[in-house]
């Protein structure tokens, strides 16, 4: 840890700053945290619950919290992971109607779980952050804030200052010539017009990632054509074999009215989405063995040789994000549907222009057409050297553990580049980002420490280390996708190089030595008056230490994660599981 002592530091926290307070001390910590989607409502549960002399506040610029699955309301909108695991682990739903949920149940899901733990009271709704500055005399976060409502601008300050605005969330109009001059109705999956009529229609669809995969079957029945715009091939299939499934009034009873069951079911499936990680070890037998059932997979329900050429991918299962696909494939063969295949050339007034030159009119466009996924923030966040995280970025995003970025004091990030975002669970790695964060504040808060940041060193080397991995994935191969800031064969921006459960232990402790800490004054300032908190409390056990037996933690790792992953219970030798070591 570097001292890295400043003259206003020590003019203002003085050796005795502290001394007529006990050790560890909490003095105040202010929070913002960018946007109210599921990390922020995350984040303000956590601090809740474990600390006390803090405030925080959630900046959304929505009308309406969490984040995507407010802002996202296309036909046929759903999450492409089992709902029962689309949860906090903390927090389960018995009333999930299916087994991928729609975005409004998602929505609401998130919406009770703010009002069960009264969370609205730290979001302000329609407030969009507009910049950023580190104030490194002040120890503070500078933040201008813009109210959508009044267009007023908000001057506000924290000592930490957290970015949960997700990756997926600058959504964009494909670069294709033209598009401004299409006179039909332009839509876009990520700004959905819920008024738009489509009965009838002639709708062109272009794109065929996730959502473009789930729209097609959920216009189907309303649309009198369609032409859908294919520019590659890509997978589809439910993951580990986890189909749609609509539950019935008797499993929604048990899942209501015995916990255990319910858990049950949620370690099920949450297994078999952690199981499906050797898949993307490139050449594994496991990869192999997946590849010939997608392909049959894909086959049977396309029933279409000419579609199978086209659609089937030759790189492998992974490289590209699956998605479940239901129905989609079957839709594809359908006679309404029309599939183009390879780019766009150009959009007139009337429609597009393939690549051939034949021109396709539309009535209706719709643009499944993602999302920037640079990671390089909307608006200036300026770090301690007067650069902004945009320009440090420009040419790759380089975090440290998807947590943090060097150059920028008390600033985390969830879902940062190199997060767990397609290894196996989703959610639980979002968790174990908001636990690294509070560990972070805790000693902020209790100690007098003016900022902290990641080591380059730090994340250079975990970028080499990172780098070297991947070239045995099937991420690496030539596919186009979002891992790569939708590039063919660009460096992986987006994943962990490892399975979620590997990350959830890779973060689990904190590697201080990997940080530049910098303190107000004399280090150990917070050693306060001598006296412990425990002593500071009068309702306190002043000798809580003694006791019949030993049943403090184990002080090794691995005796703690064999205590923490229940070593022992289960029993894979009849191949319920995967071992992968």
């Known amino acids: 840890m570097a001292n890295g002592n400043t003259p206003e530091a020590s003019a203002t926290s003085a050796p005795n700053a502290r001394a007529d307070k006990s050790i560890h001390e909490e003095r105040h910590l202010r929070v ?21 002399n803090f405030d925080l506040v959630l900046y959304e610029k929505n009308k309406a919290i969490s984040g995507t699955w407010h802002e996202n309301k296309y036909p046929g909108c759903a999450c492409d992971v089992p709902a029962h695991v689309y949860t906090w682990s903390f927090e389960p739903s018995p009333t999930w109607s299916s087994v991928y949920a729609g975005s409004d149940e998602i929505q609401r899901y998130f919406e009770n779980f703010a009002q069960r733990y009264d969370l609205y009271k730290y979001c302000r709704l329609q407030h969009q952050v507009s910049k950023a500055a580190w104030n490194d005399k002040r120890g503070k976060w500078e933040v201008e804030v813009t109210n959508l409502v009044t267009g007023s601008t908000v001057h506000d300050s924290c000592d930490i200052l957290i970015n ?24 876009h999956t990520a700004r959905w017009d819920t008024s738009a009529d489509l009965n009838g229609k002639h709708v062109g669809l272009i794109g065929n990632g996730s959502s473009g995969i789930q729209v097609l079957p959920a216009i189907h029945s309303q649309a009198g054509k369609i032409t ?29 009215t015995d916990p255990e069951a319910l858990l049950r079911y949620r370690k099920e499936l949450e ?34 040789e000419a579609l199978e050429k086209l659609l089937i991918p030759k790189w492998g299962v992974g490289c590209r994000r699956i998605t479940p696909g239901i129905n989609y494939l079957e839709t594809l063969s359908s006679e309404k549907v029309e599939v183009v295949y390879g780019g766009i050339e150009r959009i007139t007034e009337k429609g597009c222009i393939d690549m051939d030159g034949k021109e396709h009119p539309v009535d209706v466009l719709i643009c499944a057409t993602g999302f920037e996924t640079s990671y390089r923030p909307r608006f200036p966040v300026i ?9 440090a970025w420009a040419e790759e995003s380089k975090s440290y553990l998807g947590i943090a970025a060097h150059g920028f004091p008390n600033y985390m990030m969830f879902i940062g580049p190199n997060s767990p975002i397609g290894n196996g ?21 209790t100690e007098n420490i003016h900022s902290f940041s990641p080591k380059m060193e730090a994340i250079d080397d975990f970028i080499e280390w990172k780098d070297e991995y991947m070239k045995g994935t099937v991420w690496q191969e030539d596919c186009r996708s979002w891992y ?10 987006a994943l962990w190089p490892g399975s979620t459960l590997h990350y959830l232990e890779a973060i689990a402790e904190t590697r201080y030595d990997d940080w530049d800490i910098k303190y107000s004054g004399n280090r150990f300032a917070y050693l306060g008056n001598g006296f412990s908190q425990a002593e500071s409390d009068m309702t306190a056990d002043w000798a809580y230490y003694i006791r019949n037996e030993d049943d403090g933690p184990y002080l090794s790792r691995g005796k703690r994660l064999k205590v923490l992953s229940k070593s022992g219970t289960v029993d894979r030798s009849a191949g319920s599981g995967s071992s992968f070591l």
């Open 383 to 391: 770090g301690s050297n007067g650069t902004s995280l945009d320009e």
């Open 271 to 304: 297994t078999a989405t952690s199981s499906v990680f050797p898949m993307f070890i490139a050449n594994s037998e496991v990869q192999k063995a997946t590849f010939d059932s997608m392909v049959a997979l894909m086959k049977e329900k396309l029933q279409n």
């Open 164 to 187: 949960g605005a997700g990756v997926l969330n600058a959504w964009r109009w494909p670069t294709i010539p033209g598009l401004d001059t299409f006179e039909g109705k332009l839509l």
């Open 425 to 445: 669970p989703v959610l639980i790695g979002m968790e174990a980002q908001a636990d690294y964060m509070l560990r972070m504040m805790d000693r902020w808060q």
């Open 484 to 493: 790569k800031r939708n590039s063919v064969s660009g460096k992986i921006t």
């Open 32 to 52: 913002i945290c960018i946007g109210a989607g599921a990390s922020g409502l995350l984040l303000a549960y956590k601090l809740q619950r474990s600390f006390e």
């Open 228 to 256: 859908t715009f294919i520019r590659e091939p890509t997978w589809v299939s439910p993951v580990q074999g986890i189909g749609q499934h609509i539950y019935t009034a008797e499993e929604r009873r048990t899942f209501e």
